[in-house]
């Protein structure tokens, strides 16, 4: 990801899912950059690092040798989304999941489309950001 074997301007689409925080964040935002063409699309879906739940549990994660040092300290945050907007001329960003680590307890009480509603009203209440678990961004170079 830190130096992708493509040229210059090779795709239309870069799409990433769950792997931004396995390379030096400066380094994989800029061969994301490097390799879309002009007016070319990144999507991408990851873990937000801003939720303090979800920060101790990938620390936990850590220390159980699950999760090395590298995730840790790459994970997208609200500053990293906020630097990545400021290259591209179009970006639109959706936060949710502000309510996933209850996931697990609730559904044993609740059917799953129950669960799944109850997070989606939730996050729309509470206009999900910082607390979010999880984002969808899609930018436009």
Do not use: W
């Not at 994989?28 to 939720?51: A, Q």
């Not at 590298?70 to 609200?78: A, E, H, R």
Request: contains cysteine; glycine residues 4%.
């Amino acid at each position: 990801m830190e130096q992708l074997p493509f040229e210059n301007q090779s795709f239309d689409v870069v799409t990433s899912a769950g792997s931004l925080s396995y390379g030096e964040a400066q380094k994989v935002d800029h061969e994301i950059r490097r390799v879309l063409k002009p007016d070319g699309y990144f999507i991408c879906v990851d873990s937000l690092n801003n939720n303090s739940v979800y920060k101790l549990n990938r620390y936990i994660h850590y220390l159980m040798g699950d999760r090395s040092k590298m995730t840790l300290q790459n994970m997208p945050s609200l500053k990293r989304i906020s630097s990545i907007s400021k290259k591209y001329k179009e970006i639109e960003v959706k936060y949710f999941g502000s309510i996933s680590f209850l996931m697990p307890l609730l559904s044993k009480f609740l059917t799953d489309n129950t669960v799944n509603n109850l997070s989606k009203n939730i996050d729309k209440i509470i206009k999900v950001r910082k607390s979010a678990f999880k984002f969808v961004m899609v930018v436009k170079k």
